[in-house]
Protein backbone atom coordinates (compact mmCIF):
# COMPACT_ATOMS: atom_id res chain seq x y z
CA UNK A 1 0.00 0.00 0.00
CA UNK A 2 0.94 3.49 -0.54
CA UNK A 3 2.36 5.73 2.15
CA UNK A 4 0.75 9.05 2.38
CA UNK A 5 1.74 12.42 4.10
CA UNK A 6 1.39 12.00 8.18
CA UNK A 7 -1.98 13.15 9.43
CA UNK A 8 -2.11 17.15 9.43
CA UNK A 9 -0.06 17.67 7.20
CA UNK A 10 0.29 19.07 3.77
CA UNK A 11 2.47 19.07 0.92
CA UNK A 12 3.12 22.21 -0.61
CA UNK A 13 3.24 21.36 -4.23
CA UNK A 14 4.92 23.65 -6.67
CA UNK A 15 2.31 26.17 -7.53
CA UNK A 16 1.67 26.62 -3.79
CA UNK A 17 5.53 26.32 -2.49
CA UNK A 18 5.71 29.30 -4.62
CA UNK A 19 3.37 31.27 -3.14
CA UNK A 20 4.48 30.47 0.25
CA UNK A 21 8.32 31.86 -0.84
CA UNK A 22 6.18 35.00 -1.80
CA UNK A 23 4.19 35.12 0.96
CA UNK A 24 7.03 34.72 3.68
CA UNK A 25 9.47 37.24 1.22
CA UNK A 26 6.45 39.79 0.92
CA UNK A 27 6.15 39.85 4.86
CA UNK A 28 9.83 40.15 5.68
CA UNK A 29 9.67 43.54 2.58
CA UNK A 30 7.25 44.98 4.61
CA UNK A 31 8.77 43.89 7.90
CA UNK A 32 12.44 45.06 7.45
CA UNK A 33 11.05 48.72 6.82
CA UNK A 34 10.20 48.81 10.86
CA UNK A 35 13.87 47.42 11.19
CA UNK A 36 13.33 43.26 11.78
CA UNK A 37 15.98 41.05 11.03
CA UNK A 38 15.87 37.79 10.05
CA UNK A 39 16.55 35.08 12.82
CA UNK A 40 16.53 31.13 12.47
CA UNK A 41 16.41 29.10 15.66
CA UNK A 42 15.68 25.16 15.70
CA UNK A 43 12.90 23.42 14.83
CA UNK A 44 13.28 21.47 18.76
CA UNK A 45 14.17 22.73 21.73
CA UNK A 46 14.69 21.55 24.61
CA UNK A 47 11.11 20.38 26.04
CA UNK A 48 11.59 22.41 29.82
CA UNK A 49 11.51 25.86 27.40
CA UNK A 50 8.20 25.13 26.51
CA UNK A 51 7.03 24.36 29.52
CA UNK A 52 8.50 27.30 31.75
CA UNK A 53 7.71 29.34 28.68
CA UNK A 54 4.62 28.93 27.41
CA UNK A 55 3.02 27.55 30.80
CA UNK A 56 2.47 24.13 31.66
CA UNK A 57 -1.19 24.06 32.04
CA UNK A 58 -1.82 25.24 28.49
CA UNK A 59 -2.99 23.00 25.83
CA UNK A 60 -0.27 23.40 23.41
CA UNK A 61 2.35 21.94 26.09
CA UNK A 62 0.01 19.66 28.21
CA UNK A 63 -1.93 18.21 24.85
CA UNK A 64 -0.16 19.05 22.06
CA UNK A 65 3.74 18.49 22.18
CA UNK A 66 5.54 16.20 19.53
CA UNK A 67 8.64 14.89 21.80
CA UNK A 68 11.59 14.59 19.42
CA UNK A 69 13.90 11.45 21.06
CA UNK A 70 17.18 10.60 19.84
CA UNK A 71 17.66 6.70 18.77
CA UNK A 72 20.06 6.12 21.40
CA UNK A 73 17.76 7.87 24.11
CA UNK A 74 14.81 5.90 22.51
CA UNK A 75 16.68 2.56 23.26
CA UNK A 76 17.47 3.82 26.88
CA UNK A 77 13.28 4.52 27.50
CA UNK A 78 12.10 1.00 25.62
CA UNK A 79 14.67 -0.32 28.28
CA UNK A 80 12.87 1.47 31.20
CA UNK A 81 15.74 3.94 31.56
CA UNK A 82 15.30 7.36 31.93
CA UNK A 83 16.68 10.59 29.93
CA UNK A 84 18.42 14.08 31.40
CA UNK A 85 16.04 16.67 31.36
CA UNK A 86 18.66 18.23 28.64
CA UNK A 87 17.77 15.46 26.51
CA UNK A 88 13.88 15.88 26.49
CA UNK A 89 13.33 17.56 23.15
CA UNK A 90 9.91 18.61 21.63
CA UNK A 91 9.33 20.24 18.12
CA UNK A 92 8.52 23.96 18.63
CA UNK A 93 4.69 24.26 18.69
CA UNK A 94 5.42 27.83 18.54
CA UNK A 95 8.30 30.45 17.58
CA UNK A 96 8.40 32.76 20.54
CA UNK A 97 9.80 30.47 23.20
CA UNK A 98 13.09 29.75 20.85
CA UNK A 99 13.60 32.81 19.90
CA UNK A 100 13.54 34.71 23.44
CA UNK A 101 16.02 31.77 24.41
CA UNK A 102 18.42 32.56 21.79
CA UNK A 103 18.11 36.71 22.56
CA UNK A 104 18.90 35.54 26.19
CA UNK A 105 21.00 32.78 25.10
CA UNK A 106 23.56 35.58 22.88
CA UNK A 107 23.23 38.36 24.67
CA UNK A 108 21.04 39.97 21.70
CA UNK A 109 19.81 42.82 23.87
CA UNK A 110 22.90 43.69 26.64
CA UNK A 111 21.93 46.29 29.28
CA UNK A 112 20.78 49.93 27.57
CA UNK A 113 20.91 48.09 24.20
CA UNK A 114 18.47 49.27 20.87
CA UNK A 115 15.77 46.96 21.08
CA UNK A 116 16.46 43.57 19.16
CA UNK A 117 13.67 43.20 16.25
CA UNK A 118 13.36 40.06 15.45
CA UNK A 119 11.62 38.04 12.07
CA UNK A 120 11.19 34.14 11.22
CA UNK A 121 9.17 31.93 9.05
CA UNK A 122 8.78 28.01 9.36
CA UNK A 123 6.52 24.96 10.48
CA UNK A 124 5.49 24.87 14.07
CA UNK A 125 3.85 21.34 15.23
CA UNK A 126 0.90 20.91 17.60
CA UNK A 127 -0.62 17.53 17.83
CA UNK A 128 -4.29 18.98 17.62
CA UNK A 129 -7.00 17.27 16.11
CA UNK A 130 -6.64 17.91 12.52
CA UNK A 131 -9.25 20.25 10.33
CA UNK A 132 -9.68 22.85 8.01
CA UNK A 133 -7.24 25.50 8.97
CA UNK A 134 -5.67 23.30 12.17
CA UNK A 135 -2.44 21.12 10.70
CA UNK A 136 -0.16 19.26 13.18
CA UNK A 137 2.70 21.33 10.72
CA UNK A 138 1.64 24.40 9.91
CA UNK A 139 3.79 27.45 8.61
CA UNK A 140 3.82 30.76 10.65
CA UNK A 141 5.71 33.93 10.02
CA UNK A 142 6.10 36.17 12.88
CA UNK A 143 8.01 38.57 14.80
CA UNK A 144 9.57 39.34 18.11
CA UNK A 145 10.53 42.72 19.56
CA UNK A 146 12.92 42.45 22.83
CA UNK A 147 14.21 45.58 25.37
CA UNK A 148 11.06 47.93 25.51
CA UNK A 149 7.87 48.27 26.97
CA UNK A 150 6.61 51.17 25.05
CA UNK A 151 2.97 51.18 23.64
CA UNK A 152 4.56 52.54 20.41
CA UNK A 153 6.11 48.92 19.90
CA UNK A 154 2.95 47.24 20.36
CA UNK A 155 0.93 49.89 17.91
CA UNK A 156 3.59 49.43 15.19
CA UNK A 157 3.68 45.66 15.26
CA UNK A 158 0.17 45.62 14.83
CA UNK A 159 -0.08 48.35 12.14
CA UNK A 160 2.83 46.42 9.77
CA UNK A 161 0.84 43.30 10.38
CA UNK A 162 -2.30 44.94 9.29
CA UNK A 163 -0.40 46.45 6.09
CA UNK A 164 1.01 42.93 5.61
CA UNK A 165 -2.08 41.20 5.09
CA UNK A 166 -3.65 43.88 2.99
CA UNK A 167 -0.70 43.48 0.72
CA UNK A 168 -0.79 39.89 0.26
CA UNK A 169 -4.56 40.13 -0.50
CA UNK A 170 -6.16 38.83 2.84
CA UNK A 171 -9.96 40.38 1.89
CA UNK A 172 -9.81 43.17 5.14
CA UNK A 173 -13.91 44.11 4.41
CA UNK A 174 -14.04 40.62 6.07
CA UNK A 175 -11.27 40.83 8.42
CA UNK A 176 -11.35 41.33 12.08
CA UNK A 177 -8.59 42.81 15.17
CA UNK A 178 -9.63 42.36 18.10
CA UNK A 179 -7.66 43.90 21.04
CA UNK A 180 -7.83 43.39 24.72
CA UNK A 181 -4.78 44.13 27.57
CA UNK A 182 -4.45 40.76 30.38
CA UNK A 183 -2.70 43.37 32.42
CA UNK A 184 0.10 42.82 34.66
CA UNK A 185 1.63 40.28 37.77
CA UNK A 186 0.11 43.45 39.96
CA UNK A 187 -3.37 43.32 38.45
CA UNK A 188 -4.55 40.03 36.94
CA UNK A 189 -4.01 38.06 40.02
CA UNK A 190 -7.19 39.78 41.83
CA UNK A 191 -8.72 39.38 38.37
CA UNK A 192 -8.11 35.98 38.02
CA UNK A 193 -9.16 35.44 41.30
CA UNK A 194 -12.43 37.25 40.63
CA UNK A 195 -12.93 35.08 37.61
CA UNK A 196 -12.02 31.83 39.97
CA UNK A 197 -14.90 33.41 42.46
CA UNK A 198 -17.76 33.60 39.84
CA UNK A 199 -16.53 30.41 38.45
CA UNK A 200 -17.33 28.36 41.28
CA UNK A 201 -20.90 30.64 41.43
CA UNK A 202 -21.94 29.61 38.52
CA UNK A 203 -20.18 25.97 38.34
CA UNK A 204 -23.47 23.42 37.88
CA UNK A 205 -23.79 25.01 34.32
CA UNK A 206 -19.81 24.90 33.64
CA UNK A 207 -17.99 22.10 32.15
CA UNK A 208 -15.59 19.58 34.29
CA UNK A 209 -12.34 20.71 31.87
CA UNK A 210 -13.34 23.95 32.50
CA UNK A 211 -14.12 23.61 36.49
CA UNK A 212 -10.58 21.51 36.94
CA UNK A 213 -8.32 24.09 35.02
CA UNK A 214 -10.54 26.98 37.32
CA UNK A 215 -7.58 26.33 40.16
CA UNK A 216 -4.66 26.62 37.51
CA UNK A 217 -5.58 29.37 35.17
CA UNK A 218 -9.32 30.28 35.10
CA UNK A 219 -9.15 32.18 32.29
CA UNK A 220 -9.09 29.38 29.77
CA UNK A 221 -12.75 29.39 30.43
CA UNK A 222 -13.22 32.67 28.29
CA UNK A 223 -12.36 29.97 25.28
CA UNK A 224 -14.28 26.88 25.86
CA UNK A 225 -16.34 25.98 22.91
CA UNK A 226 -18.94 24.67 25.07
CA UNK A 227 -22.19 26.38 25.01
CA UNK A 228 -23.10 26.67 28.55
CA UNK A 229 -19.81 27.00 29.67
CA UNK A 230 -20.05 30.20 26.97
CA UNK A 231 -23.23 31.72 28.13
CA UNK A 232 -21.93 31.77 31.56
CA UNK A 233 -18.58 33.47 30.74
CA UNK A 234 -20.38 36.23 29.08
CA UNK A 235 -21.41 37.17 32.37
CA UNK A 236 -18.18 37.18 33.80
CA UNK A 237 -16.25 40.10 35.44
CA UNK A 238 -14.06 41.69 32.51
CA UNK A 239 -10.45 42.60 33.11
CA UNK A 240 -10.88 46.46 32.14
CA UNK A 241 -12.57 46.70 35.78
CA UNK A 242 -9.48 45.45 37.08
CA UNK A 243 -6.00 46.72 34.82
CA UNK A 244 -4.02 48.51 37.19
CA UNK A 245 -3.32 52.70 36.27
CA UNK A 246 -0.04 51.86 34.21
CA UNK A 247 -1.81 48.81 32.35
CA UNK A 248 -4.67 50.78 31.93
CA UNK A 249 -2.34 53.83 30.56
CA UNK A 250 -0.42 51.45 27.79
CA UNK A 251 -3.63 49.98 26.94
CA UNK A 252 -5.00 53.38 26.04
CA UNK A 253 -1.45 54.73 24.41
CA UNK A 254 -2.04 51.34 22.20
CA UNK A 255 -5.32 51.82 20.90
CA UNK A 256 -4.52 56.09 20.24
CA UNK A 257 -1.82 55.05 18.12
CA UNK A 258 -3.89 52.94 16.28
CA UNK A 259 -6.72 55.55 16.02
CA UNK A 260 -3.98 57.99 14.36
CA UNK A 261 -2.79 55.44 12.23
CA UNK A 262 -6.51 54.42 10.73
CA UNK A 263 -6.72 51.07 11.71
CA UNK A 264 -10.29 49.65 13.06
CA UNK A 265 -10.36 47.21 15.92
CA UNK A 266 -13.01 45.74 18.25
CA UNK A 267 -12.10 45.98 22.13
CA UNK A 268 -12.78 42.50 23.31
CA UNK A 269 -12.38 42.07 26.86
CA UNK A 270 -12.59 38.01 26.43
CA UNK A 271 -9.38 37.60 24.34
CA UNK A 272 -7.38 36.10 26.52
CA UNK A 273 -5.14 34.02 24.09
CA UNK A 274 -3.78 30.20 25.18
CA UNK A 275 -0.05 30.89 25.72
CA UNK A 276 0.32 31.69 29.32
CA UNK A 277 2.97 34.42 28.60
CA UNK A 278 1.33 37.41 28.02
CA UNK A 279 1.00 40.58 30.04
CA UNK A 280 -0.80 43.81 28.73
CA UNK A 281 -1.52 43.83 24.99
CA UNK A 282 -3.19 40.83 23.20
CA UNK A 283 -4.63 40.77 19.96
CA UNK A 284 -6.19 38.20 17.30
CA UNK A 285 -7.27 39.23 13.69
CA UNK A 286 -10.15 37.03 12.51
CA UNK A 287 -11.29 36.45 9.35
CA UNK A 288 -14.92 34.77 8.34
CA UNK A 289 -14.30 34.25 4.43
CA UNK A 290 -13.61 30.51 3.31
CA UNK A 291 -12.42 29.65 7.01
CA UNK A 292 -14.23 26.71 9.51
CA UNK A 293 -14.00 27.33 12.64
CA UNK A 294 -10.29 28.16 12.80
CA UNK A 295 -11.07 31.46 11.73
CA UNK A 296 -7.73 33.15 13.71
CA UNK A 297 -5.30 33.99 11.01
CA UNK A 298 -2.78 35.85 12.93
CA UNK A 299 -2.21 37.38 16.69
CA UNK A 300 -0.09 37.86 19.53
CA UNK A 301 1.07 40.35 22.78
CA UNK A 302 2.81 41.69 24.98
CA UNK A 303 5.05 39.44 27.38
CA UNK A 304 7.00 41.04 29.60
CA UNK A 305 8.02 38.09 31.77
CA UNK A 306 9.33 35.82 29.55
CA UNK A 307 12.52 36.82 29.07
CA UNK A 308 12.89 36.19 33.04
CA UNK A 309 11.31 32.48 32.47
CA UNK A 310 13.93 31.27 30.80
CA UNK A 311 16.53 32.19 32.55
CA UNK A 312 17.53 36.14 31.49
CA UNK A 313 17.64 39.31 32.86
CA UNK A 314 13.86 41.44 32.56
CA UNK A 315 13.65 42.26 29.03
CA UNK A 316 10.01 43.28 28.13
CA UNK A 317 9.20 41.77 24.81
CA UNK A 318 6.52 42.08 22.08
CA UNK A 319 5.56 40.10 19.24
CA UNK A 320 2.90 37.81 17.18
CA UNK A 321 2.17 35.12 14.41
CA UNK A 322 -0.02 34.74 11.64
CA UNK A 323 -0.78 31.17 9.84
CA UNK A 324 0.26 30.63 6.70
CA UNK A 325 -2.06 28.00 5.55
CA UNK A 326 -5.24 29.52 7.42
CA UNK A 327 -3.84 33.27 5.38
CA UNK A 328 -4.04 31.09 2.13
CA UNK A 329 -7.36 29.66 2.81
CA UNK A 330 -8.70 33.98 3.06
CA UNK A 331 -7.14 34.91 0.27
CA UNK A 332 -8.09 31.41 -2.27
CA UNK A 333 -11.63 32.09 -0.77
CA UNK A 334 -11.53 36.08 -2.04
CA UNK A 335 -10.53 34.50 -5.05
CA UNK A 336 -7.18 34.63 -5.85
CA UNK A 337 -5.48 31.84 -7.58
CA UNK A 338 -2.13 30.64 -6.65
CA UNK A 339 0.13 32.14 -9.98
CA UNK A 340 1.68 29.27 -12.18
CA UNK A 341 4.94 27.82 -10.92
CA UNK A 342 5.48 27.14 -14.39
CA UNK A 343 7.95 29.36 -16.08
CA UNK A 344 9.79 28.88 -19.41
CA UNK A 345 11.62 30.93 -21.34
CA UNK A 346 12.59 28.78 -24.30
CA UNK A 347 11.93 24.63 -24.97
CA UNK A 348 14.69 23.66 -27.33
CA UNK A 349 12.74 20.26 -29.39
CA UNK A 350 14.87 17.94 -31.59
CA UNK A 351 13.61 16.70 -34.50
CA UNK A 352 15.51 13.29 -34.25
CA UNK A 353 17.80 12.24 -31.97
CA UNK A 354 21.04 12.77 -33.90
CA UNK A 355 20.74 16.61 -33.09
CA UNK A 356 20.57 15.75 -29.40
CA UNK A 357 24.00 16.46 -28.02
CA UNK A 358 23.46 20.11 -30.07
CA UNK A 359 20.00 20.56 -28.44
CA UNK A 360 21.21 19.56 -24.89
CA UNK A 361 24.67 22.05 -25.32
CA UNK A 362 22.06 24.98 -26.95
CA UNK A 363 20.09 24.84 -23.39
CA UNK A 364 22.39 24.89 -21.40
CA UNK A 365 24.11 27.62 -22.99
CA UNK A 366 20.55 29.39 -22.14
CA UNK A 367 20.64 28.52 -18.39
CA UNK A 368 24.03 29.48 -18.11
CA UNK A 369 23.33 32.76 -19.51
CA UNK A 370 20.40 33.25 -16.74
CA UNK A 371 17.19 32.36 -18.94
CA UNK A 372 14.72 29.47 -18.14
CA UNK A 373 15.02 26.91 -20.66
CA UNK A 374 14.25 22.83 -20.97
CA UNK A 375 13.86 19.59 -23.11
CA UNK A 376 12.57 16.75 -23.41
CA UNK A 377 14.44 14.21 -22.06
CA UNK A 378 12.42 10.93 -22.85
CA UNK A 379 12.84 11.05 -26.77
CA UNK A 380 9.36 11.79 -27.36
CA UNK A 381 8.26 12.50 -30.95
CA UNK A 382 8.47 16.55 -32.32
CA UNK A 383 4.34 17.02 -31.89
CA UNK A 384 4.33 15.85 -28.00
CA UNK A 385 7.71 18.11 -27.42
CA UNK A 386 5.50 20.75 -28.47
CA UNK A 387 2.80 20.22 -25.90
CA UNK A 388 5.11 20.24 -23.32
CA UNK A 389 6.56 23.26 -24.27
CA UNK A 390 2.78 24.50 -24.01
CA UNK A 391 2.61 22.21 -20.63
CA UNK A 392 5.04 24.28 -18.96
CA UNK A 393 4.56 27.50 -20.27
CA UNK A 394 7.38 28.37 -22.58
CA UNK A 395 7.11 31.72 -24.64
CA UNK A 396 9.22 30.13 -27.56
CA UNK A 397 10.42 26.93 -28.81
CA UNK A 398 13.75 26.47 -30.80
CA UNK A 399 13.67 23.06 -33.52
CA UNK A 400 16.60 21.71 -34.26
CA UNK A 401 16.88 19.19 -36.65
CA UNK A 402 19.47 17.29 -39.26
CA UNK A 403 19.06 20.11 -41.95
CA UNK A 404 18.39 23.07 -39.79
CA UNK A 405 22.04 22.16 -38.08
CA UNK A 406 23.63 21.42 -41.70
CA UNK A 407 23.16 25.03 -41.97
CA UNK A 408 24.06 26.11 -38.68
CA UNK A 409 20.64 27.44 -38.07
CA UNK A 410 17.55 27.26 -35.56
CA UNK A 411 14.04 27.72 -36.00
CA UNK A 412 12.73 29.22 -33.06
CA UNK A 413 8.86 29.64 -32.76
CA UNK A 414 7.08 32.19 -30.93
CA UNK A 415 4.47 30.39 -28.86
CA UNK A 416 1.95 33.28 -28.93
CA UNK A 417 1.86 35.01 -31.63
CA UNK A 418 2.88 31.46 -34.12
CA UNK A 419 5.95 33.13 -35.98
CA UNK A 420 8.49 31.36 -36.79
CA UNK A 421 12.46 32.48 -37.72
CA UNK A 422 15.56 30.96 -38.68
CA UNK A 423 18.17 32.27 -36.24
CA UNK A 424 22.10 31.20 -36.72
CA UNK A 425 23.03 29.14 -33.96
CA UNK A 426 26.92 30.93 -33.62
CA UNK A 427 24.77 33.97 -33.04
CA UNK A 428 22.43 33.35 -30.98
CA UNK A 429 25.04 31.39 -28.54
CA UNK A 430 27.84 34.44 -29.12
CA UNK A 431 25.31 36.62 -27.72
CA UNK A 432 24.01 34.08 -24.91
CA UNK A 433 27.81 34.60 -23.94
CA UNK A 434 27.19 38.18 -23.86
CA UNK A 435 24.74 37.79 -20.97
CA UNK A 436 27.33 36.20 -18.41
CA UNK A 437 24.67 35.09 -15.87
CA UNK A 438 22.96 38.69 -15.93
CA UNK A 439 19.82 38.11 -17.53
CA UNK A 440 18.27 40.43 -20.41
CA UNK A 441 21.13 43.01 -18.73
CA UNK A 442 23.81 45.13 -20.64
CA UNK A 443 21.95 46.05 -24.63
CA UNK A 444 19.77 42.86 -24.25
CA UNK A 445 16.25 43.69 -23.61
CA UNK A 446 14.99 40.20 -23.67
CA UNK A 447 15.46 36.73 -24.63
CA UNK A 448 13.60 37.89 -27.85
CA UNK A 449 16.36 39.86 -29.34
CA UNK A 450 18.93 36.84 -28.81
CA UNK A 451 16.46 34.87 -30.95
CA UNK A 452 16.01 37.66 -33.20
CA UNK A 453 16.14 35.84 -36.89
CA UNK A 454 14.87 36.34 -40.11
CA UNK A 455 10.94 35.76 -40.64
P1 LIG B 1 -0.87 31.43 18.15
O1 LIG B 1 -2.11 32.25 18.23
O2 LIG B 1 -0.84 30.15 18.89
O3 LIG B 1 0.32 32.38 18.61
O4 LIG B 1 -0.54 31.12 16.62
C1 LIG B 1 -0.46 32.16 15.68
C2 LIG B 1 -1.21 31.76 14.40
O5 LIG B 1 -0.71 30.51 13.92
C3 LIG B 1 -2.69 31.52 14.60
O6 LIG B 1 -3.41 32.73 14.56
C4 LIG B 1 -3.01 30.65 13.40
O7 LIG B 1 -3.19 31.45 12.25
C5 LIG B 1 -1.75 29.82 13.25
N1 LIG B 1 -1.95 28.48 13.84
C6 LIG B 1 -1.86 28.13 15.13
N2 LIG B 1 -2.09 26.81 15.29
C7 LIG B 1 -2.34 26.33 14.05
C8 LIG B 1 -2.64 25.02 13.54
N3 LIG B 1 -2.71 23.96 14.32
N4 LIG B 1 -2.82 24.88 12.20
C9 LIG B 1 -2.73 25.95 11.37
N5 LIG B 1 -2.44 27.20 11.80
C10 LIG B 1 -2.24 27.39 13.13
C11 LIG B 1 1.62 32.00 18.64
O8 LIG B 1 2.07 31.02 18.10
C12 LIG B 1 2.50 33.01 19.33
N6 LIG B 1 3.88 32.51 19.30
C13 LIG B 1 2.39 34.37 18.67
C14 LIG B 1 3.27 35.37 19.33
C15 LIG B 1 4.49 35.77 18.91
N7 LIG B 1 3.01 35.99 20.47
C16 LIG B 1 4.03 36.77 20.75
N8 LIG B 1 4.94 36.64 19.84
Same mark, same amino acid.
Given at each position: ?57 ? @? ?21 ? &? ?21 ? *? ?5 ? !? ?28 ? %? ?6 ? @? ?29 ? +? ?52 ? !????? +? ?10 ? *???? &??? @? =?? !? ?10 ? =? ?14 ? #? ?6 ? =?? %? ?30 ? *? ?59 ? #? ?8 ? @? ?32 ? #? ?18
Amino acid at each position: MAINSPEGTRDLLPDEAKFWAHFRDTAFGIFARYGYQPIETPLFEQTDLFVRGIGQAT @DVVSKEMFTAISGENFKRVMEGG &TIKAKSRLSLRPEGTAGVVRAVV *QHDLVPQ !GAAPAKLMYAGPMFRAERPQKGRQRMFNQV %GIECLGAE @DPSVDAEGIIMLMRFYAAIGVPMDATRLLVN +SMGCEQCRPKYREAVREYMNAHAEHMCEECMRRAEINPLRAFDCKNPGCAEVME !GAPKI +SDYLCDDCREHY *QAVK &TYL @D =GA !GISYIEDPTLVR =GLDYYTRTVFEVQVDQ #GMGSQNAI =GG %GGRYDKLAEEVGGRPTPGFGFALGYERCALAI *QAAGQAFPSAQHCDIFVACVDDSVRAEAFSLVQACRDAGVTAEMDHQHRSLKSQFKLADKV #GSRMVAVLGP @DELAAGEVKVRNMSTHHERLVKLDQAKALLAQFG #GEPFGGAHASIEDVFAGEE
